[in-house]
C-alpha cells in the first residue's frame, strides 16, 4: 500500500500540484549513484519521513555542482554546471536547501551566491542537530550504541572551510555513545585525501596514502565505528579500512546513517 | 674633532637610510608585478584580524613552546626599540644616555626592563638554534629548507644573539664608568643583568673600558641598521609585513574560491543569459586564465609570499607532504617571492623582467606539485600571518587546465564525464534518480 511507504516527492511533482516543499534535500552525484553513499541518501530520507520534515527533490534535473571541475582548474565547466543548476534551483524558487555532501555545501553555499544563486544552505549534521534540538528527531536509546566508542572524523569542507566542528559532534553525542577523538582533529583535522579532485584520480607518487594514514590514527583511538559526514570521507575511509583488514571489527557510517538506526532503536 | 662621531653616525644613518628606501621600493615592485584587485571593504573586521592575528599572536598560540619563545623575541624587538631611540638621540647630539635627566627614577626601571627582554631575546635564540640545529625538529629540515634558507635562519639568530650581547657589554663597561667618572657617565643606577658581567672588566684601565663601551655602543646601532638591511633580503621580513599582510587577509570562508568574472561572462553569453555585465563593453582586454608565472597572480598572492618567514607550519599540516608528496605549501610560497625578486632585479638591470623566458609554473613549481594537492586548507588554517598558499595552487592549476590542457588524464575523463552525464563518474543521467526505486516500494517505519 502507497500510505506505508516511504516518499521521495521530486520538485517538478511539487510544482505540477502547486506545492513549495520547505527544503530541497540536494542529493549529489554520490548520493545518487555510489552503492555505498546512496545507503545514506536513503537514511536520510527515512528520517525526513519519520520526522514529517516537507522536503523534495531535484532527482533526474539535479545535475554535479562542478565542484571537482573548479577545483581540478576546469573554470569553465564548473561555471556551465552551476550556471545551469541555479536557473534550475531560480525557476522552482528554492529558499533552503539541505545537503549530506560538504562539497556540494560549500558550493551552494559560498560559491554559487557570485553566480546568482542564493540559498539558505543546511549540511546534514546541521540540519540533524536542529531536528534533535527541537526534539522532532527522538532516539529510542535502546542502548544499542551505549558504551560504544565511536570517532569522528572532520571533513575539510565542514570544518576548516565552513567552520562546522561542533554539529556532528552534538549529533553523535545524542547517541548516547562515547565520543573519541582523534589527536589531529577540528581546525587541525587530517584530510582523506579525496579534495581537491584528488577523489578522481591516482595519489602522485609518495610513501603513503593519505587515507591509510588517516586510518591508522582512527584505528588507534580503539573505536569500532568512524563516523563521517562526506560521501568522499566515506569512500576513503572504507578502504583504509579495508587495506589494513579491519572490515571486520570497524565500520565506517555516515551520521544519518548512524541516526536512522538509533531511531529504529 | 669634538664632532666627528657625530658626523659619523649622521652618514652612517643616512647611508643606510638610502639603502634602506631602495630595498623598500624593490619589494613594493616586487609586490605590485601581480594583478590590481581591491581590497578595502571592512574595515574593522581588518583592523580586528591584524591586532588579534599579527599584533596578538593569536595564531602563533597553537603551538605553545615556540609561541613563548617567539613573543619573547617580539615583545623584545618592539620594546627595545624605545632604548634604540636613545642610541640615535645620542648619537645625533653627541650626549651620552640622553633620556636619564627627563626619566629620573623611572629611568633604571626601564633599563632594567630592556636588559630583562634582551636575556629573553638572548635565551630565546639560543634555543631556537639548539631546537632548528639540534633537535632535528622535522619542518626545519625538509629539501626546501637548504643551502640559503638554512643560512638564513640560523644568520637572523645568530645576529641577534651578538646585538643583545652588545647591549648587556655596553651597559656593564658603562657602570664601572659611572663610578669612576661620574661627571662623565650619568648614572643609570643598577642594572642587575649586566651587573652580573662587571667582574670582567673590574681590572680594565678607564681608558680600555671607554674603548669596550663605545664599541659596544657602535656595534649596536651600526648592527641594528645592517640587520634592518638585511631584513629586506631575508625571510625575517615578516616582522613588518605580517600587520598588512593579515589586514589584506581573505574575510570569507576558507572554503570559498575566488569567482573568475571573465569566464562567467563567457559563459553567461554561451548559455544565452543576459546581465548587465554582458551588456557592457568588454572593459579590458582578459588576461591568461589562471596563472602561469607572478604577474598573472594578485598584488595580495605576491604580498603573501614576502610575508613568509618559513616556519613550515603549513607544510608539517599538509597531508600530501607528510605522506611523502612533492608538495610543500612553504615551497610554493618560497618559489613565489624567489621569482617576484628575480623579476625585479632583472628588470632594474635593464632585462628582460618577465620575459626571460621562465615562469613560475615549471621552472619553479611543477605540475606534480600542484597535483597533489587535497584542497584541504590545513596550510591556510596552520599560518601564523594568515598566508593563502591554497590560493596560488589554485590559480596555477587553473592555468594547466584551461591554457594547456595539461589536466592529468584522470582529470580529464572527469570532466568529460561531468560534460556528458552531469556527474563526474560515468553514469547515465537517467539512472540518477534509481536510488529512490526500492525506498519507495519499502514499507516505513512508523
Not at chain 1, 50 to 73: H, I, N, Q
Not at chain 2, 236 to 247: R, S
Not at chain 2, 343 to 357: A, P, Q, R, T
Amino acid at each position: 500500500m502507497s500510505e506505508n511507504t516511504y516518499k521521495v516527492p521530486t520538485m517538478a511533482e511539487m510544482a505540477a500540484s502547486g506545492e513549495s516543499p520547505e527544503i530541497l534535500f540536494w542529493v549529489g552525484c554520490a548520493g545518487s549513484y555510489d552503492d555505498r553513499y546512496k545507503n545514506v541518501t536513503k537514511a536520510f530520507v527515512k528520517i525526513l519521513n519519520t520526522v514529517g520534515v516537507s522536503f523534495a527533490v531535484l532527482g533526474p534535473e539535479e545535475t554535479c555542482t562542478g565542484d571537482p571541475a573548479r577545483r581540478a582548474g576546469n573554470e569553465f565547466l564548473f561555471q556551465m554546471q552551476a550556471v545551469s543548476n541555479i536557473q534550475v534551483m531560480n525557476g522552482y524558487n528554492i529558499k533552503k536547501v539541505v545537503t549530506a555532501c560538504p562539497h556540494c555545501f560549500n558550493t551552494i553555499k559560498n560559491e554559487y551566491p557570485a553566480l546568482g544563486g542564493h540559498y539558505e544552505v543546511i549540511h546534514h549534521s546541521a540540519f540533524l542537530q536542529q531536528l534533535i534540538n527541537e526534539g522532532r528527531v527522538k532516539l529510542k536509546g535502546g542502548g544499542e550504541f551505549k558504551g560504544r566508542k565511536i570517532t569522528y572524523h572532520d571533513s575539510c569542507y565542514l570544518g576548516r572551510a565552513n567552520n562546522i566542528y561542533e554539529a556532528p559532534r552534538q549529533v553523535l553525542e545524542a547517541l548516547d555513545a562515547e565520543l573519541v577523538e582523534m589527536k589531529r582533529c577540528r581546525t587541525k583535522g587530517f584530510c582523506c585525501g579525496a579534495g581537491g579532485g584528488q577523489m578522481f584520480k591516482d595519489a602522485e607518487p609518495g610513501k603513503k596514502e593519505v587515507n591509510v594514514e588517516r586510518t591508522e590514527e582512527a584505528l588507534s583511538t580503539g573505536a569500532d565505528t568512524i563516523a563521517v559526514a562526506c560521501p568522499f570521507c566515506m569512500t576513503m575511509m572504507s578502504d583504509g579500512v579495508k587495506n589494513k583488514e579491519k572490515e571486520g571489527e570497524v565500520k565506517v557510517k555516515d551520521l544519518a546513517e548512524l541516526i536512522e538506526e538509533g531511531l529504529r532503536g | 674633532m669634538e664632532y666627528l662621531a657625530q658626523i659619523v653616525f649622521i652618514l652612517i644613518v643616512a647611508v643606510a637610510t638610502y639603502i634602506l628606501v631602495r630595498r623598500i621600493r624593490m619589494i613594493r615592485k616586487g609586490i605590485l608585478l601581480g594583478k590590481d584587485v581591491k581590497i578595502n571593504d571592512h574595515k574593522k573586521d581588518r583592523w580586528r584580524n591584524m591586532l588579534l592575528i599579527a599584533f596578538g599572536q593569536k595564531k602563533m598560540f597553537k603551538r605553545p613552546i615556540p609561541a613563548v619563545l617567539h613573543l619573547f623575541l617580539y615583545g623584545g624587538f618592539l620594546i627595545i626599540n624605545i632604548e634604540v631611540l636613545e642610541f640615535v638621540v645620542d648619537g645625533f647630539t653627541g650626549a651620552h644616555r640622553a633620556f636619564t635627566p627627563y626619566f629620573g627614577h623611572v629611568y633604571p626601571w626601564m633599563m632594567n626592563i630592556f636588559e630583562f627582554l634582551a636575556v629573553a631575546v638572548l635565551i630565546s635564540c639560543v634555543i631556537f638554534l639548539v631546537r632548528r640545529n639540534l633537535l632535528r625538529v622535522k619542518r626545519f629540515h625538509a629539501y626546501e629548507m637548504t643551502q640559503w634558507p638554512k643560512l638564513d635562519a640560523n644568520l637572523i639568530l645568530i645576529i641577534e644573539i651578538t646585538l643583545m650581547l652588545a647591549i648587556l657589554t655596553m651597559n656593564a663597561a658603562d657602570q664601572h664608568l659611572q663610578i669612576r667618572s661620574p661627571e662623565h657617565y650619568p648614572a643609570s643606577g643598577k642594572l642587575f643583568f649586566s651587573s652580573l658581567l662587571m667582574p670582567l672588566f673590574e681590572n680594565m684601565s678607564t681608558g680600555s673600558l671607554i674603548v669596550v663601551e663605545r664599541t659596544a655602543w657602535w656595534f649596536h646601532i651600526v648592527g641594528i641598521l645592517g640587520f634592518a638591511i638585511y631584513i629586506t633580503y631575508s625571510k625575517h621580513l615578516h616582522i613588518f609585513m605580517a600587520f598588512p599582510n593579515t589586514y589584506y587577509s581573505a574575510l570569507s570562508p576558507q572554503g570559498q574560491m575566488k569567482n573568475m568574472d571573465a569566464v562567467t561572462n563567457e559563459v553567461n553569453m554561451m548559455l544565452g543569459i543576459q546581465t548587465e555585465a554582458v551588456a557592457a563593453p568588454p572593459s579590458e582586454e582578459i588576461g591568461r586564465f589562471g596563472a602561469k608565472d607572478v604577474n598573472d597572480l594578485t598584488w595580495k598572492n605576491l604580498m603573501d609570499a614576502y610575508s613568509c618567514t618559513e616556519c613550515g607550519r603549513c607544510t608539517s599540516e599538509c597531508p600530501a607532504n607528510i605522506t611523502g608528496k612533492l608538495l610543500s605549501p612553504r615551497k610554493i610560497m618560497m618559489d613565489t617571492r624567489d621569482r617576484a625578486e628575480e623579476v625585479v632585479k632583472n628588470m632594474g638591470s635593464g632585462g628582460k623582467g618577465l620575459e626571460d623566458g621562465k615562469s613560475l609554473l615549471h621552472d619553479y613549481i611543477t605540475k606534480e606539485e600542484i597535483n597533489a594537492c587535497t584542497s584541504c586548507q590545513a596550510c591556510v588554517e596552520a599560518c601564523p600571518v594568515n598566508i593563502n598558499p591554497l590560493e596560488i595552487i589554485y590559480e596555477l592549476k587553473r592555468y594547466v587546465a584551461m591554457e594547456e590542457s595539461g589536466s592529468p588524464a584522470s582529470w580529464n575523463s572527469m570532466f568529460q564525464n561531468i560534460e556528458t552525464n552531469f556527474a563526474p563518474w560515468k553514469f547515465a543521467p537517467t539512472d540518477r534518480f534509481n536510488w529512490a526505486n526500492d525506498l519507495k516500494a519499502e514499507k516505513a517505519e512508523k
